[in-house]
């Protein structure tokens, strides 16, 4: 089945700063690639998502990218500023199966 | 509109006991799923509906969890005999299905087994 990896764990950067969420995947039939944000105590909250047929798609100050070949994805979050700070997720396929999270934190 | 809900959003059972947890998706979604999400990690797929059919079951972890969908609109997921292993946030997610995938989470229910 899919497993996904997610690093780092935990990343801090200061306001203004871009950061930067990677993430694998094995299954190579997977073809939708969500990026979830989830504050403490509440519930996840899709704020980008890419399908395989897509090599990259921004939002504002959001991005992601996707690598087939390499199975391979990233969030790229750019003037980052506190309210930014919470948990990513990124996921894999129609089940979604999640990476671990990264925590962030923006400092001011 | 209104989003998906959950509830109740706090559950505390003592071990051995029954409890069922209700999810109401999104109007029209026909898509649902129910995660599991332990405390610092990522929710995991439990099982997932297509309208009322359940499709797909495999990530219920015992025959002591149990999914239902009757008119392919709210959701009760039941946990039997429950046991401390099994206290974590349950997600709801529905998604319009067909060509969408994209899923909204409700609220969640905390569960605490004691």
């Known amino acids: 089945g899919e497993n996904v990896e997610q690093h780092p764990s935990t990343l801090s950067v200061q306001e203004g700063d871009s950061a930067v969420i990677k993430c694998t995947y094995s299954?190579?039939?997977?073809?939708?690639f969500p990026w979830y944000k989830q504050e403490l105590g509440k519930r996840p909250q899709l704020i980008i998502d890419?399908?395989?047929?897509?090599g990259e798609k921004k939002d504002q100050r959001i991005a992601v990218t996707l690598n087939k070949t390499a199975k391979h994805f990233s969030l790229h979050i750019t003037e980052t500023q506190p309210e930014d700070s919470a948990v990513y997720f990124c996921a894999a396929g129609g089940k979604l199966i999640f990476g671990q999270g990264t925590e962030l934190s923006v400092k001011p | 509109g209104a989003g998906v809900s959950q509830s109740p959003r706090y559950k505390v059972a003592k071990r051995g006991q029954d409890v069922a947890l209700r999810c109401d998706p999104i109007s029209g979604h026909v898509s649902l799923f129910w995660y599991q999400q332990a405390l610092g990690q990522g929710p995991e797929f439990l099982t997932y509906f297509q309208n009322e059919a359940q499709l797909d079951k495999s990530g219920l972890p015992s025959d002591r969890f149990f999914a239902e969908r009757p008119e392919g609109s709210v959701s009760t997921l039941k946990i039997q005999r429950t046991q401390q292993e099994d206290s974590a946030v349950y997600l709801c997610a529905s998604s319009p299905g067909a060509d969408s995938y994209e899923q909204y989470f409700g609220p969640g229910t905390r569960l605490t087994v004691t």
């Open positions: 890419i399908r395989s047929n897509v």
């Open positions: 299954d190579s039939a997977s073809n939708y």
